[in-house]
């Protein structure tokens, strides 16, 4: 295989074989010139005549009959899914060497447990569209309210409990205790960009749903995006009357992910899980309103600073070209 300080790379065999054959030169000042041997030159020469690509050839032999059979490779494949099984442990039930069996993982791209599902034992399928705005990803996080003084995570239980009760406004729970309530955290993420939308909000019915979507949508065209398709869950908002006819009105095609498969939606639950952690448990809140007016400055920071794995460790706003502001 060629390398960076190699003599020949595949344009300087192009040349050289095109001096031999076209231009007539002989073999042997070619090789000179190009400080290899002769029978180097030919060789190129040979294959360029014979119309070949001047590329390295592959290694690999044509036939293997050693190699694994089909039916072996079938059956460690199908014990590593339903039984996540190591090399080891797979060699035993196939009577072959656990070489053997990690390199028919590998070759099957099951060698790491990560590439496969831990809830259905599949190989983990991984999307992403061609473009911002063919596909937004909605869903809600719900979070527990933090009383004023600041939650038990960070003052622990006893304080807590002494900060949920010196909260006014509240009502009571059945043992007299104040019941804090939840903030619902709407949020909106483009499939392709990673570009993330988020409300928060006392509840989540399908009027917040839809207010939320069609300021999401208008928040997205602003920034060159439309919208075409959303994804959601099979949350009560989203089966709506009102949600199918907002979507029809915006032009919007509504898809839902199977029941009990929140995997289909993963890019927006792994973004509530990144949310959890760089805003809504990132530091110590002294109150809910606190926490809530923290979100817009985190989601900011999110598109237009943070590095993302998906993006090339860039910010999702740079999947976004010819933005105002892009860069600030």
């Known amino acids: 295989m060629s390398h960076a300080n190699a003599a020949l790379t595949p344009r300087a065999r192009l040349t ?13 000042e070619v090789a000179a010139r190009f400080q290899c041997s002769w029978p180097t030159v030919k060789r190129w020469a040979d294959r360029y005549a014979t119309g070949e690509s001047m590329a390295d050839r592959s290694s690999r032999p044509r036939r293997m009959p050693a190699k694994t059979d089909r039916a072996t490779t079938r059956r460690i494949v199908s014990l590593r899914l339903r039984k996540r099984l190591g090399p080891v442990q797979l060699a035993a039930l196939t009577r072959v060497a656990p070489s053997t069996a990690h390199r028919v993982l590998v070759r099957c791209r099951l060698n790491r447990l990560s590439h496969v599902d831990r809830a259905t034992g599949e190989p983990v399928r991984r999307y992403e569209h061609d473009h911002p705005g063919a596909m937004l990803h909605v869903d809600v996080k719900k979070l527990g309210n933090i009383p004023d003084g600041g939650g038990w995570r960070f003052v622990g239980r006893p304080q807590g409990r002494r900060h949920r009760a010196a909260t006014p406004g509240k009502p009571k729970n059945a043992y ?13 993420i483009d499939d392709h960009s990673r570009v993330a939308y988020a409300e928060v909000h006392d509840d989540e019915t399908a009027v917040t749903a839809t207010a939320v979507l069609r300021r999401a949508v208008t928040w997205f065209a602003a920034r060159g995006i439309t919208t075409q398709r959303v994804l959601s869950d099979n949350g009560s908002p989203y ?7 907002t979507c029809t009105e915006l032009e919007i095609t509504h898809s839902r992910t199977r029941p009990y498969r929140p995997q289909t939606n993963g890019k927006i639950e792994r973004f509530h899980r990144t949310l959890a952690d760089g805003w809504g448990y990132a530091r110590a809140y002294t109150s809910e309103t606190e926490r809530r007016a923290a979100l817009a400055a985190w989601i900011h920071e999110y598109n237009h600073h943070r590095p993302h ?5 860039k910010p999702p706003i740079t999947r976004l070209t010819n933005l105002s502001g892009q860069y600030n």
């Open 239 to 245: 089966r709506s009357h009102l949600w199918r006819e």
């Open 176 to 188: 007299s205790h104040p019941k804090m309530g939840h903030a619902f955290v709407h949020t909106v």
């Open 309 to 313: 794995t998906a993006c090339g460790n």
């Open 16 to 28: 050289v074989a095109r001096l031999v054959i076209d231009q007539h030169v002989p073999i042997a």
